[in-house]
């Protein structure tokens, strides 16, 4: 008699088994076990190389490397962590403990093991992207490196440093990231909060070089963090091409740029409408100790006929007084009705983005489009790759939006201030009527008695003087 068939038993966490299988195919575990392998290597203490983990120290690893596959962000989630699937992709019925984690991280950081991480992950992404064969072709891809600070609240003082958008200055670690041009992270340093973009640039470029020989990086293009002329200057002089724009505080519009080219359509939308246009030009950027050997950069002027900005005025637009261009019917704020004229608009222009390279010659729209392409290949990627990690609590993500305080006071204040002049200006003009009908009667009454005591005198004069009367008559006869 045939036995009823099995019912098939679900396994939590089997599609976290994929990851494994792609994490043995790419040799990133080799990679992670040489690295743990050779910051235990003593010099002072001879002994023989070992040639691979034991099995709790590949187990620990393991556990490490997997915790947000199965939705942890940090060791000590494991605490309250319950589940089976981690225990499956570290091949232990039940995983590691807290305790256990913490103790063996304790012991990578004794032996100074993120250095040998860090060159292992250079060398796993350079074979996973393929970098440096792509770096030998004829043409170099460009590589995109961007700073990134994340606050750390400790009890502990730690170095500060301004936080993403917010504009706060907080304890945080200042991470270095390196993307390739198709957005895919290379390599990721961690440094202190005070640790500027122009000093993580050189480090995470020899850090990636020194893991893999025979390289170069030579087309970098950066945030306009990294806009200092000495740096840029520096980096010309090791043979790098640097792509960045300048900040709003270094031009002035079109007349801070020279030898500007014809403008060409950059963006244009589905009606054929160009939205952008960019023109070839260069730009003179001072240095601080060589007034007079300035860096000459070659620009894309991007055009964008979207935004606008405020320029000033010329002075054959200045107006003689504020109210020049006033009728005198308009000034009258005493009477009924009267509505106060705006102001003439300030004159704007089309906002600029100028986008710089240290390179001897370039195509404006090529350019253009390269530093555009940093949105999707590096900042975007950014925030993608926070997500998973935890890390999203001022990114852009998690959030909700908050009056602010600051603002609000003023704007209550100004309004305050708005409600009690117009009920002022109510106030004057009713008593501004009253005044003109009070003055009127009294004007009126005043020329009556005025009047009246002309008469009177008149009168007393020629009772006085008869033959003053007669006279006058004789006189007019």
């Known amino acids: 008699m045939r036995q009823p068939a099995r019912e098939q038993e679900w396994q939590e966490g089997a599609g976290g088994l994929l990851l494994l299988a792609a994490a043995h195919e790419t040799a990133l575990l080799s990679q992670l076990e040489a690295a743990v392998l050779a910051s235990q290597d003593n010099p002072k203490v001879p002994q023989p190389p070992a040639q691979r983990l034991s099995q709790p120290q590949r187990t620990l690893l393991l556990t490490l490397v997997f915790l947000n596959a199965v939705g942890l962000q940090r060791p000590w989630d494991l605490r309250t962590y319950t589940g089976s699937e981690l225990g499956l992709l570290t091949g232990r019925p039940q995983p590691y403990s807290y305790r256990h984690v913490e103790r063996f991280l304790r012991i990578l950081a004794t032996a100074n093991a993120d250095e040998a991480f860090t060159a292992a992950l250079a060398r796993w992404t350079n074979t996973l992207w393929q970098v440096k064969a792509r770096s030998q072709g004829a043409t170099s891809p460009h590589v995109y490196v961007d700073g990134h600070r994340k606050p750390v609240y400790t009890d502990t003082l730690i170095p500060r440093g301004l936080i993403g958008n917010s504009g706060k200055i907080l304890g945080c670690r200042a991470l270095t990231l ?217 990114h852009g993500f998690a959030k909700t939006p908050v009056v602010n305080s600051e603002v609000n006071k003023k704007r209550e204040a100004l309004e305050k201030r708005c409600a009690n002049v117009e009920r002022w200006r109510e106030a004057a003009r009713e008593k501004a009527h009253r005044a003109s009908v009070l003055g009127t009667k009294l004007w009126k009454q005043t020329k009556e008695h005025g009047e009246g005591l002309y008469r009177a005198l008149n009168e007393r004069s020629v009772l006085k003087n008869p033959y003053l009367n007669c006279s006058f008559v004789q006189c007019r006869v």
């Open 178 to 394: 390196l993307h390739d041009d198709q957005g895919h992270p290379l390599l990721a340093t961690t440094h202190r909060g005070d640790w500027h973009l122009t000093n993580g640039i050189p480090s995470v470029l020899t850090c990636y070089e020194h893991a893999i020989e025979s390289l170069q990086l030579t087309n970098l293009v950066v945030d306009r963090e990294a806009m200092a002329a000495d740096f840029l200057a520096q980096l010309k002089a090791e043979g790098r091409t640097m792509i960045t724009i300048l900040k709003t505080n270094q031009y002035s519009g079109l007349d801070s740029f020279t030898n500007i080219g014809s403008f060409v359509p950059l963006t244009v939308d589905r009606h054929g409408t160009v939205l952008r246009e960019v023109a070839p030009a260069q730009f003179l950027l001072a240095r601080p100790d060589r007034d007079d050997e300035p860096l000459k950069l070659a620009v894309a002027l991007i055009r964008d006929l979207r935004r606008t900005v405020s320029c000033s005025p010329s002075e054959e637009d200045l107006p003689r007084a504020w109210w020049a261009d006033i009728r005198h019917e308009e000034v009258a704020w005493w009477q009924q009705g009267w509505q106060a004229t705006p102001a003439p608009a300030t004159p704007t222009e089309p906002k600029l983005i100028p986008i710089v390279t240290t390179a001897e010659q370039i195509d404006a729209v090529t350019l253009a489009q390269t530093y555009i392409h940093r949105w999707s290949a590096q900042e975007n990627v950014i925030k993608d790759f926070l997500l998973p990690l935890g890390l999203d609590t001022n």
